[in-house]
């Protein structure tokens, strides 16, 4: 089983759509984030979950919510988005946060490419 | 601040050796990684350093020396496959917002030419 997946992998959305992200890990891992990812910019944290509670949030708009149900699930709900939202969504995981060192080692899922429309 | 700066493009010829830097200007620095990104998958780690000095895996090695912030991570022997970009991220440590987050360059687009 892969340590961290990401469905769907690709997704095109209108601006009044609303869809969500899934990521999953097996990875028995307390920690899990949400990155955006854009051409030509560094990787954006968006959210930080530890054990199911959101301890970061990266001043995100709003129209990005996100749900922890367990520590091995993580979505991300997407409302009225907009076309500079497009880019690649990654999920990730780690053994803990905070925790310095190799607790912080993210393993990162394939990503959902987003277009919005 | 947070400013983390590699080179946005390198290219190198196969069988080569180069060398990718990594210049961070961070308070509360706790850790440095290496990651590795081919174009449309998922980053995968290369290497941890917390001290100054050089570690080894393979064909791969990463260097840190905290007083100059600055790091690199070196490539030998380099295989067609290793044509990918090269994320540094730097942990903050401490407590506040913000606290053991990793904090992502922009990457370094590495093309390897036969």
């Known amino acids: 089983e892969t340590g961290v997946t990401q469905t769907p992998r690709h997704l095109v959305m209108g601006m009044t759509n609303k869809k969500s992200l899934k990521c999953e890990q097996h990875?028995?891992?307390?920690?899990m984030y949400w990155y955006k990812q854009s051409a030509k910019k560094p990787l954006e944290l968006m959210f930080v979950?530890?054990?199911?509670?959101?301890?970061e949030n990266n001043s995100v708009p709003s129209r990005f919510s996100p749900e922890c149900p367990n520590s091995s699930h993580l979505f991300l709900h997407l409302h009225t988005l907009q076309p500079e939202d497009s880019a690649l969504y990654l999920c990730?995981?780690?053994?803990?946060?905070?925790?310095?060192?190799?607790?912080?080692?993210?393993?990162f899922g394939p990503g959902t490419r987003l277009t919005v429309l | 601040g947070q400013n983390i700066d590699q080179p946005t493009e390198m290219t190198a010829t196969e069988g080569a050796i180069v060398q990718i830097n990594c210049t961070y200007q961070?308070?509360?620095?706790?850790?440095l990684f290496w990651y590795q990104q081919h174009a449309g998958e998922a980053p995968t780690f290369l290497s941890y350093?917390?001290?100054?000095g050089l570690e080894e895996k393979g064909r791969f090695s990463s260097f840190l020396s905290r007083s100059k912030g600055f790091s690199y991570l070196l490539l030998k022997e380099l295989q067609m496959k290793d044509s990918a970009s090269y994320l540094c991220?730097?942990?903050?440590?401490?407590?506040?917002?913000?606290?053991?987050?990793?904090?992502f360059g922009k990457g370094t687009k590495l093309s390897v030419i036969p």
């Open positions: 990875l028995g891992h307390n920690a």
């Open positions: 990730a995981s780690s053994q803990a946060y905070p925790g310095g060192g190799l607790y912080n080692e993210q393993f």
């Open positions: 961070t308070s509360g620095f706790n850790g």
């Open positions: 350093n917390v001290l100054d």
């Open positions: 979950y530890s054990l199911e509670e959101r301890v």
């Open positions: 991220a730097v942990i903050l440590g401490g407590s506040g917002a913000g606290s053991y987050q990793l904090t």
